[in-house]
């Protein structure tokens, strides 16, 4: 500054001062701190396997399908989980719920050729969803798989399956139904209500084409309602009960879908996911209790089928990233940049995810946004949340990210990272590449008329 110049006229900036004060929830609670997952430490994995980076724990899945699988099997004589796809099928994770005696559960042709790829047997094959491909029909068929029909049309195409392959398919038909909770998932399968479940019931084995083995329906997606399965399974028992007597035809299983909640936070919550959700204890209580209070004869007992998916895999996940860069907005508040959006976490559209730093600090604790790396406003990862400050280059921890992200992530803007997946023995295994510019352009044909010269 030369001499006589003025200083310049900064505003102030006012801020209520709350890291470590009391407010009216008390102290805010000492940030937790995430140095290592399963023994690794996180700046070791950044280190060899980049940022962003997915992390799973195979102890923790294998942890959560037994579990799962005992609170069933403790109540009810015959049970048999079959492992959601769509919530994650990296092949790594598939074929550890298989090794556990998981079957396979898919939605669309392209799943069904990952868990034959995956050496399932084509009878553990649950084949369920609203647009099967007659191909795909014809496959699941030779490989005697369970057929569960959404629709009429399906229905009819898979009669002509049937003409021309001279096969008797197992299948079942989805069900939806009012269980309470709204809006009904009323688009999937046949109503039970107005009676098309039991009209395409009795078509179905009318036809002598088909064997009707089973009977299906999945209510919902994170349920929070206990009674809606108890309502669910009555009704599924009803319609079992109803084939037996009047068509003769016994069902040889139950399956109530999956649809219970992890114990992340769901967005607008007030109180966090693990001290609300109910456990799979609870859902199963209620589930084996209904079907044994039933009054099925010890010979017609169904065998009970659950496709549970969220609840097994979500709190096995992790995200690890960087910070990108700190910014205030233009009202003073605190925002952080990381290397991962939307894009890369994509339940970040559903959830309160818990995101803890992970290296030790001393820093205040203040409350931030977070936003993604895409040049989108859209990317945000949490509005707000408290946490101690960092700067560029120090690591977070993203937890229970194990379900519908390592498959519905989208490629946008940046390339999708890299899964590792911590072992016994802290082993780290690469279960999937980063993705290259190479391997996202291979589908890629340019007309030859558009390549560009060197002097375009
Ligand atoms: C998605 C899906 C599941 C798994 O649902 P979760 O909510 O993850 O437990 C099971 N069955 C069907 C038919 C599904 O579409």
């Excluded at 997915?54 to 102890?59: A, G, N, R």
């Excluded at 403790?74 to 099928?89: D, E, G, H, I």
């Excluded at 990952?114 to 099967?132: D, M, Q, R, T, Y």
Aim: charged share 20%; net charge neutral; proline share 5%.
């Amino acid at each position: 500054m030369k001499p006589g110049e003025k200083l310049r006229y900064e505003r102030p900036y006012l801020k209520k001062l709350n890291a470590g004060m009391m407010n009216k929830s008390g102290t805010p609670g000492v940030a937790k701190i995430t140095k290592e997952i399963e023994g690794v430490p996180v700046r070791d994995l950044v280190e060899q396997y980049g940022s962003p980076l997915f992390v799973l724990s195979e102890k923790q899945i294998r942890r959560n399908y037994q579990s799962a699988v005992r609170a069933f099997q403790t109540r009810y004589p015959s049970v048999q989980f079959a492992w959601s796809y769509k919530t994650n099928y990296l092949n790594a994770v598939c074929n550890i719920f298989h090794q556990e005696g998981s079957w396979a559960e898919v939605v669309s042709g392209f799943e069904y050729r990952k868990a034959l790829g995956n050496g399932v047997s084509g009878a553990h094959i649950l084949f369920n969803g609203p647009a099967k491909q007659k191909k795909d029909l014809l496959l699941a068929v030779e490989n005697n798989s369970l057929l569960h029909i959404d629709n009429l049309d399906e229905l009819y195409l898979l009669l002509e399956v049937c003409e021309a392959t001279g096969k008797k398919p197992r299948v079942a038909i989805r069900v939806n139904m009012d269980t309470g909770v709204y809006p009904v998932w009323d688009r999937f399968g046949f109503n039970y209500e107005n009676n098309d479940a039991w009209s395409v019931l009795t078509k179905i084995v009318r036809s002598g084409k088909m064997q009707l083995v089973g009977l299906h329906c999945h209510i919902g997606t994170f349920m929070l309602s206990v009674e809606a399965y108890r309502i669910a399974t009555s009704k599924m028992c009803d319609l079992a009960a109803r084939c037996g007597k009047l068509l003769n035809n016994t069902i040889q299983y139950i399956d109530l879908g999956g649809g219970f909640p992890s114990t992340n936070t769901l967005k607008g919550a007030y109180l966090p996911g693990v001290d609300t959700v109910p456990t799979i204890d609870d859902f199963a209580e209620v589930i084996t209790g209904t079907i044994l209070g039933y009054g099925f004869s010890q010979e017609e007992l169904p065998m009970l089928v659950m496709e549970c998916g969220r609840v097994l895999i979500d709190d096995a996940g992790y995200l690890l990233g960087t910070i990108a860069a700190n910014k205030r907005l233009s009202d003073g508040r605190p925002s952080i940049i990381v290397d991962f959006g939307v894009n890369t976490l994509f339940t970040a559209f559903w959830y309160d995810h818990l995101i803890t730093p992970a290296q030790e600090t001393n820093a205040p604790v203040e409350n931030m946004a977070i936003y993604g790396p895409l040049c989108m406003n859209i990317d945000v990862i949490r509005e707000s949340v408290n946490l101690p400050v960092m700067t560029p280059g120090d690591k977070v921890v993203v937890h229970k990210v194990g379900a519908y992200n390592m498959t519905q992530w989208m490629q946008f803007i940046t390339t999708r990272p890299a899964i590792v997946l911590i072992g016994d023995n802290r082993q780290v295994h690469l279960v999937r590449l980063a993705e290259t510019l190479e391997y996202l352009e291979m589908p890629e044909i340019m007309p030859s008329h558009l390549k560009l010269k060197q002097t375009d």
